[in-house]
């Protein structure tokens, strides 16, 4: 990861903004020295204090809040949930540490960390290891090993992408457990609609693993970072990842195509009943239907962690036909 390093100003007044509807946060601040901010956006703050070298603390907000930025007792729900996930996973390797399963000293939002040393794939062109296409698959299928892992004792991370995915000590490392669930615990949520995770990366049916279809598009996004995914592959998923894995063939070997070959077709984690099934957004009956659905929507670049489906800011709408769907930007 990264470190952004940012003046005494700069820290006051972004973590003034995150904390200002938080009194137990204001009072953490006031004991603690926040020696850096490397990460900060709209939903989410990494702060490492004076001091402590092992870990970081993340402070989360609501994304969807209005007059209030503190987590809702929902999202409180959901992200303590998420904690316990991961402290049931954490001795598989490839998890990342969690000291204990809930809100660190109580303060809502804010969770302490093992801090791993490394890079976050989201910047995966800047790391020379990631720009050979052996060390790719060697990595990402010991990430495979940590999903079949953490899918054995009952757990679904839900929001593996790039950026929740470390490369620290040689291997990957899964992070940001926030709205990891139990198979039921995914279920009620498709049950009431609610949808938590990436859009980007998120697969809705119920045939596939979330999981590794999210670790599909990651490993293509590491293997080739200027191909940009097109919009109906939720529509045509079949389709696509044919002339997917056909692209990496060519840039790569069949090996790296396999694999994300696999990955797009695992099974779901869990049998989903058949009423749970189907796409939040329903009238999408054709990729016509699909582009002026998401035209619609913000274009807005983030990706939201804790969001419903009303948030489709990078899906790329391209021609109907999928062996033209291949852009490059």
Request: with cysteine; aromatic share 8%.
């Amino acid at each position: 990861m990264t470190k952004q390093r940012r003046t005494e100003t700069e820290k006051k007044e972004l973590l003034e903004f995150l904390v200002d509807d938080n009194p137990a946060m204001q009072d953490f601040l006031r004991r603690q020295r926040v020696r850096d901010i490397p990460h900060i956006d709209e939903k989410c703050a990494i702060l490492f204090l004076e001091g402590d070298d092992v870990h970081s603390y993340k402070y989360v907000i609501d994304p969807n809040g209005r007059s209030e930025k503190i987590l809702s007792p929902q999202l409180s729900e959901v992200m303590r949930r998420g904690l316990r996930c991961q402290k049931m996973s954490e001795s598989i390797l490839g998890v990342q540490p969690v000291p204990s399963p809930t809100f660190y000293e109580g303060v809502t939002g804010l969770v302490q960390l093992t801090y791993l040393h490394g890079h976050n794939l989201s910047h995966s062109y800047e790391v020379e290891q990631l720009r050979e296409p052996t060390e790719v698959i060697r990595l990402y299928s010991e990430l495979a090993s940590t999903l079949e892992g953490i899918h054995t004792i009952g757990v679904i991370h839900r929001d593996v992408k790039p950026g929740n995915l470390i490369l620290s000590n040689n291997r990957l490392w899964l992070i940001d457990w926030s709205i990891a669930a139990t198979p039921d615990a995914d279920k009620a949520d498709r049950g009431a609609g609610l949808y938590l995770g990436t859009p980007k990366y998120m697969y809705f049916f119920g045939d596939r693993s979330r999981d590794f279809y999210a670790a599909g598009l990651s490993l293509l996004h590491t293997l080739v970072p200027e191909l940009a995914v097109p919009a109906q592959i939720r529509l045509d998923t079949d389709a696509i990842v044919r002339v997917l894995t056909q692209e990496i063939r060519r840039r790569h070997h069949s090996e790296a195509a396999e694999l994300f070959d696999n990955f797009m077709h695992r099974p779901s984690e869990y049998h989903v009943p058949l009423e749970l099934r189907n796409d939040p957004l329903i009238g999408w009956r054709d990729s016509n239907a699909a582009n002026q659905t998401i035209t619609g929507y913000s274009t807005n670049p983030r990706e939201a962690d804790i969001s419903t489906v009303d948030l489709y800011p990078r899906l790329r709408v391209v021609p109907e036909d999928a062996s033209r769907s291949l852009t490059t930007h």
